[in-house]
């Protein structure tokens, strides 16, 4: 069958999927090229998940088609099952079982023979730098050890497509580095990556190309210095706190930023674009405001984060977005790992 | 795409039949043996399946058994108590079925195999047969206890063994009433707090623990025309000898009823998990 061999790893025509009145997705295109990785960027509750469990079949859409190295994930979902790896937001990992025997069974379940499934597994292992504790349960592994179990587990089928559902939300920043290895190590090897993720330097350093996700809608793609761009370069940030002075302080920055400033009411948070000017950005900037008398605290100079990318393309920070999605859906996803890991890419000072 | 194929994994495109039959077997096997594994280590599940249904019997033979009086009871009340007890420890044992799959369903371990090739019924099934064997250890044990405290089988072995497998029966269709619940319900804490709940009315309001005539009116009616009742009274027979009557036709009317009805939903649940 050579057709199945030719065109790209992912397409995605006009999906969409509802949970009752939730849209999660209202129709989105995705053109992976094999060997390529696609970043999926966009805040909590934007569809991503969703998008990820229709292609892996772990859901029907509604409408729309995606196919997976060429084969439609609804009618031909066992095909598609053969050629795919998951590893999904929480590490799938049966924490009573030692490293090895979770491996050797996901093994045995991909159909490999005893021994196969052994070395398969002990490969893996080593690969994953989890060979020295192989023989322990996995309930005693760190989370990024949780984590790259997990991600070993998704690769013993050999898959051709590996879809990432934001596989370091949680993990320290140490552990989010060593992640970001492994996944640069299984691109080298020509395995075609599809990754979600909420953090806009994530998706810099790993994806060939990204899509940011709104909504349920495909809101803006391209590489990750293209969306930067069309923030305008660094963010020059500070907090003013009284906040009667908002007015006055988005009056007096206006003035030294390129881009419209966007502050925040209730926080006092005022941001604007500078572009590339840097540091003459930050003396006009306290000059500016000086003149104004306006008092502020912690003003600095930091790269664009996954706020100001949605700010720019939307008009909203994407933790509005996330509290208003939130609010309206059931099921709460992992809150406190979420924030903590944004608070962290807030304070990403360059 | 033979030209392309050089791994020693790949597998043919549209496996045939048998292949599929083979691989469902296997996939079932894999899971059963990973879900023993987990039931030997977590010592827990251990005292949950084997400490508590011995406790049971010791409370009940020593503590109610002279309170409670059983005419006509060859062997007295411990013969009388046993096939009932055994029955709610086939029943209570599917507690860990529901627990264990709301548990693999919130960690996405579901997903996981979800999207692999395997097989899909094996998730269920090979937590259906895992469960089965906890099941019968459990109910074999609480046997050996029994004889321990003075209860004997009236009737010969042939019977005795059918007594165990009918307890089986009734839990294995209860089993799947509780994979359908642990999957819809998808959640570990509801499932433990209210998810089998309603196991205590069934097996207590029933004849397992005392003559139904000793209670009112009202509940007479229920525990009369339920099926753990069926089960239990044909259980008794089946130890202790006498005629056979219209429960055990009744008891396997229920219980094929049951896995008719809960056995497609569980499925359905299981494809819809989330």
Known sequence: MPETNSGPAILVEGLTKSFGDVHALRGIDLVVPRGTVLGVLGPNGAGKTTAVRILTTLLLPDKGRALVEGRDVVREAAAVRRSIGLSGQSAAIQEELTGRENLEIVGRLHHLGKAEARIRASDLLQQFDLIDAADRYAKTYSGGMQRRL????????????????????????????????????????????????????????????????????????????????????????????????????????????????????????????????????????????????????????????????????????????????????????????????????????? | MTATVVTTTAVPDNPSPLVRGRWAVSDTLAITRRNLLVWFRVPAYIVFTVIQPVIFVLMFRYVFGGAISVPGIKGGYVNFLMPGIIAQTAAFATFGTAIALAQELQK???????????????????????????????????????????????????????????????????????????????????????????????????????????????????????????????????????????????????????????????????????
């Open chain 1, 150 to 350: 997990d991600l070993a587990a998704s690769l013993v089928g050999r898959p051709q497509v590996l879809f990432l559902d934001e596989p370091t939300t949680g993990l320290d920043p140490r552990s989010r580095l060593g992640m970001w290895d492994i996944i640069r190590s299984l691109v080298a090897g020509g395995t075609t990556l599809l990754l979600t993720t909420q953090y806009l330097d994530e998706a810099d350093e790993l994806a060939d190309e990204i899509v940011v996700i709104d909504h349920g809608l495909v809101i803006a793609a391209g590489t990750a210095e293209e969306l930067k761009s069309r923030v305008g370069g660094d963010v020059l940030e500070f907090t003013v706190p009284d906040r009667d002075r908002i007015t006055d302080a988005v009056a007096a920055i206006a003035l030294v930023g390129e881009s419209e400033p966007h502050a925040d009411k209730e926080t006092g948070i005022v941001s604007v674009g500078v572009g590339g000017r840097g540091s003459d950005a930050l003396v006009d900037g306290v000059r500016s405001l000086d003149a104004a008398g306006v008092a502020t605290k912690g003003l600095a100079l930091r790269r664009p984060s996954l706020d100001d990318v949605f700010l720019a393309l939307t008009g909203h920070a994407a933790e509005e977005e996330e509290q208003r999605v939130r609010r309206g859906r059931s099921r709460q996803k992992r809150a406190a790992a979420t924030n903590g890991a944004r608070n962290k890419a807030g304070k990403d000072v360059s």
């Open chain 2, 108 to 274: 996405g371990v579901i997903d996981r195999l979800r999207s692999m090739p395997m097989a899909r019924s094996a998730v269920l099934t090979g937590r259906i047969v895992a469960d089965t064997l906890r099941m019968l250890v459990t109910v074999l044990i609480v046997v050996g206890v029994g004889y321990a405290v003075g209860f004997r089988f009236e009737n010969g072995v042939f019977p005795a063994i059918l007594m165990v497998l009918m307890a089986i029966f009734l839990g294995v269709s209860i089993c799947v009433i509780a994979a359908f619940t642990g999957l819809a319900i998808g959640d570990e804490e509801s499932v433990q707090a209210f998810g089998l709940i309603w196991l205590f009315p069934l097996t207590f309001l029933s004849s397992a623990f005392v003559p139904i005539v000793s209670m009112p009116g009202w509940l007479q009616a229920f525990a009369n025309n339920q099926p753990v009742t069926y089960v239990v009274d044909t259980m008794r027979v089946l130890a202790l000898g006498g005629p056979v009557t219209t429960s055990l036709w009744k008891s396997l009317v229920w219980l094929i009823g049951i896995l008719a009805v809960f056995g497609p939903l569980a499925v359905r649940a299981y494809k819809r998990a989330s």
